[in-house]
Nanobody
């Protein structure tokens, strides 16, 4: 399966962006999908994950209350709505497909998209 993340860009602090993760090659409708980010000079971190049917969602404490993950199985797409953005959210954001039906921080993610850059200015 090939994943493509898009929707990144430059936004002012307090603004919003919606990232999308689309799958091609085969569906990922039966797999969990996670969003991760990596800021310059920092390790990659888990942001949010959603199970195959959207019934189980994990969100990192650093973005809880500001970011919302969702999915449209018919469109084979997972979204990350990001509100109240802060300069500390600046990073390359990646989506990845879990090996299982859930997508938590500790799951395995064998398939990754190429990432989309989010820059939040102060």
């Amino acid at each position: 399966v090939q994943l493509q993340a898009f929707g990144g860009g430059l936004v002012q602090a307090g603004g919003s962006l919606r990232l999308s993760c689309a799958a091609s090659g085969r569906t990922f409708s039966n797999n969990g999908v996670g969003w991760f980010r990596q800021a310059p000079g920092k390790e990659r971190e888990f942001v949010a994950g959603i199970s195959w049917n959207g019934g189980v969602i994990y969100t990192a404490d650093s973005v809880k209350g500001r970011f919302t993950i969702s999915r449209d199985r018919a469109k084979n797409t997972v979204y990350l709505q990001m509100n109240s953005l802060k300069p500390g959210d600046t990073a390359i954001y990646y989506c990845a497909t879990s090996r299982t039906a859930v997508a938590g921080k500790g799951n395995e993610y064998p398939y990754w998209g190429q990432g989309t850059l989010v820059t939040v200015s102060s």
